[in-house]
């Protein structure tokens, strides 16, 4: 089975990086940044897809970017 490439561009050239953010209410206020995601991103165009860290480590992050 061929896999597909980036649904914007259709390039196979993808990169991960780990992301911090802050949520509402006091953890905003205080900079809190207590949700964590991984992005994939795509090196060709710069499209991009967040995974909530906790709900998705057990996947292969670059298979679901490229719908696999």
């Given at each position: 089975?061929?896999?597909?490439g980036?649904?914007?561009?259709?390039?196979?050239?993808?990169?991960?990086?780990?992301?911090?953010?802050?949520?509402?209410?006091?953890?905003?206020?205080?900079?809190?940044?207590?949700?964590t995601?991984?992005?994939?991103?795509?090196?060709?165009c710069?499209?991009?897809e967040?995974?909530?860290?906790?709900?998705?480590?057990?996947?292969?992050?670059?298979?679901?970017?490229?719908?696999?």
């Amino acid at each position: 089975m061929e896999k597909k490439g980036c649904i914007k561009c259709g390039s196979r050239n993808a990169g991960s990086k780990d992301v911090a953010m802050t949520g509402t209410g006091l953890s905003k206020m205080f900079d809190i940044q207590k949700n964590t995601f991984t992005v994939i991103y795509c090196k060709n165009c710069g499209y991009s897809e967040f995974y909530n860290k906790n709900t998705s480590m057990g996947s292969n992050l670059l298979d679901l970017f490229f719908g696999g």
